[in-house]
């Protein structure tokens, strides 16, 4: 989606009755510099003082746009995820949707009361027990004394931290503080709940009740602005979302198009420049090497599609095969080749294939061969991989290898959120008996 179309849905939006939650050209400027940024903040007090604005649009040294222009709505009711790669503005956009920060240009308009989840237990005080934080923390939220009580016993009895409830909160586990800040939140009965990465502490019980408890909210129409680094995590919980880029909205609209667009840029971009010779997924050996045993020697590696043709991008989920060219100097018998594919985003094996495993070799006769290796479904999930192999005589003896193939595996179009690995399905209902 281009700028235009972005500001036309925007202004579309901002016309609906329904709209709780209005930001309108919010732009926000930091500095890198501690000195410098507290010389400008004296400066700017000064300003205002004496009734001097500056050009609040211009960056003056060492500055930079923590946000800029960044506008969208949000509906009674409606779920909305913030993604983007670090630095990208998501957690400042909360600060200002919370009111904890101010913009420098652009404004935001509020219908209702906001709940901000941006750091479980944040606002607690160590020395006071469970007890008191909770009255302490919701007061601060918008509830009288009256109102908290009767919702005590809730907090508690979801929290679940009833034996601990009346020791002090510094003595509490960071699983424990986390649970009490998620369901004093919950229960102040928010119009818009702000929630930025909250879901990814506590155990797996825990994470799970706050999903059901975040779908009886949707059913009593209050709002949510998610932020997470899990595609799975936004596609699951929120039904529109907002892609920002140092700054600025890349793209705004469904959640499958804005993921699968902030995807592509995170898993194709030029991560480790190879899409600038447009070399991804294929390689060539740089110059003329002798053979290790003077028996044969790899020249280049790539992947064709399922239409036979060389291919820079694999796709999940479809049919791609794997070349490897050689040349061989004489007469070869038992020959194998073996791979292994490691992610690049914590380094992790995840396939180990060896054509002598398959009890498969090849007998090869001076002159060019290719070896190939077909997978009717790529397995691998969107992402960035290193491939390491080798060709072996008789399984021991090493005749080449390649230590260093690195590939970019695409998201096919017709998927949806974020796997590890692409596992080929089918769906289908039946009827088995009758009521």
């Known amino acids: 989606m281009n700028d235009q179309m972005i500001k036309q849905e925007i202004l579309t939006n901002s016309q609906d009755k329904d709209i709780v939650l209005s930001v309108k050209g919010v732009s926000k400027k930091f500095c890198r510099s501690l000195k410098r940024s507290l010389f400008y903040g004296v400066q700017d007090i000064g300003s205002e003082l004496m009734g001097i604005r500056g050009e609040l649009n211009e960056l003056r040294p060492q500055e930079f746009w923590a946000l800029n222009d960044v506008s969208f709505a949000l509906r009674r009711g409606e779920a909305l995820g913030l993604v983007g790669p670090n630095?990208?503005?998501?957690?400042?956009?909360?600060?200002?949707?919370?009111?904890?920060?101010?913009?420098?240009?652009?404004?935001?308009?509020v219908q209702g009361t906001i709940a901000p989840l941006i750091a479980l237990g944040a606002g607690f005080n160590p020395i006071l027990t469970g007890r008191e934080n909770i009255y302490a923390n919701m007061s601060i939220l918008g509830l009288s004394k009256k109102e908290i009580q009767e919702r005590y016993d809730e907090v508690v009895d979801f929290a679940e931290i009833e034996d601990a409830i009346d020791a002090p909160v510094q003595s509490y586990s960071s699983g424990m503080a986390a649970r009490l800040g998620f369901a004093c939140a919950i229960h102040t009965s928010p119009d818009i709940l702000l929630i930025d990465e909250v879901l990814a502490v506590g155990d797996a019980k825990f994470r799970a009740k706050c999903q059901r408890k975040l779908h009886e909210l949707r059913q009593k129409s209050t709002s949510f602005i998610m932020v997470s680094h899990s595609s799975h995590s936004i596609s699951t919980v929120c039904q529109s979302a907002i892609y920002l880029k140092l700054g600025k909205v890349i793209s705004y609209g469904q959640t499958v198009d804005v993921l699968n667009q902030y995807e592509e840029d995170l898993f194709l971009g030029d991560n480790l420049d190879f899409r600038s010779n447009n070399q991804m997924s294929f390689w060539t050996k740089q110059e003329p090497l002798e053979a290790l045993n003077q028996e044969l020697n790899i020249t280049s590696i790539f992947f064709r599609d399922n239409q036979k043709q060389i291919t820079y991008l694999p796709v999940s989920g479809e049919s791609v095969s794997l070349v490897v060219t050689c040349n061989v100097y004489k007469d070869i018998k038992k020959i194998?080749?073996?791979?292994?594919?490691?992610?690049?985003?914590?380094?992790?094996?995840?396939?180990?294939?060896?054509?002598?495993?398959?009890?498969?070799?090849?007998?090869?006769s001076p002159g060019t061969h290719e070896i190939q290796v077909t997978m009717p479904c790529l397995s691998l999930g969107t992402g960035l991989y290193l491939m390491k192999?080798?060709?072996?005589?008789?399984?021991?003896?090493?005749?080449d290898r390649v230590d260093s193939f690195y590939f970019t595996v695409k998201k096919s179009i017709c998927q949806s959120g974020n796997s590890r690995v692409y596992q080929c399905h089918s769906w289908e209902s039946n009827l088995i008996a009758n009521p």
Request: hydrophobic share 45%.
């Open 87 to 109: 630095g990208s503005g998501k957690t400042t956009m909360m600060r200002i949707i919370a009111g904890l920060i101010k913009p420098d240009t652009g404004y935001v308009e």
């Open 336 to 364: 194998s080749l073996n791979l292994e594919i490691i992610a690049l985003e914590d380094s992790e094996r995840l396939i180990v294939m060896s054509s002598w495993d398959d009890d498969v070799y090849f007998n090869l």
């Open 389 to 399: 192999l080798a060709i072996r005589h008789d399984k021991l003896a090493l005749l």
